[in-house]
């Protein structure tokens, strides 16, 4: 974390190297050519609270852009999780606890890695300064 976020709520922390962003509030994290890593933003962490479970799908499985492909339940309510990038699971986070999905969604407490089937996939979702106008907008509706 930079000294600059100290500052600022959480929930608009909105990291900024190779990150990839939804309107649905799931990041991307471009890894190697074509393998991406995916879970959930600071911002859905925040609006969700405690995380107390997940479903996510298995490895090998194939997934087509913006389908449902799992949930996270929190004390607060159930929230559907929606594919970024076509592809295949070619991993599940196997280390995932409650603590780590809710302390750390944007770095240990990833869900899936995907080996996209479409680069050009990432070209539909947001930017890091696009997602931070989203959220923002987001929150002034909420207010």
């Known amino acids: 974390m930079q000294d600059n976020e ?11 190297d190779s990150f990839y962003y939804t309107n ?11 393998v991406v890593t995916v ?5 859905a962490q925040d609006q969700l609270g ?10 090998g499985q194939i997934l087509e852009r913006t389908q449902v492909f799992g949930l996270v339940e929190s004390n607060k309510h159930v929230s559907d999780l929606y594919v970024p990038v076509s592809g295949e699971v070619v991993e599940v986070n196997s280390s995932l606890t ?3 999905i809710s302390d ?3 770095s240990e407490g990833w869900l899936i890695r995907i080996e996209m089937s479409r680069e050009n ?3 539909q979702l947001m930017d890091p300064a ?5 959220i923002e907008k987001e929150l002034e509706a909420l207010s």
């Open 6 to 16: 100290l500052d600022i709520p959480r929930r608009l922390i909105v990291p900024t």
């Open 24 to 34: 649905t509030h799931e990041w991307v994290s471009l890894e190697d050519k074509n």
């Open 39 to 43: 879970g959930i933003t600071y911002f």
């Open 50 to 59: 405690e995380i107390v479970s997940w479903k996510l799908p298995q490895k």
């Open 98 to 100: 409650p603590g780590l």
């Open 104 to 106: 750390h969604p944007m």
């Open 121 to 123: 996939d990432l070209a």
């Open 130 to 134: 696009s997602y931070k106008k989203f």
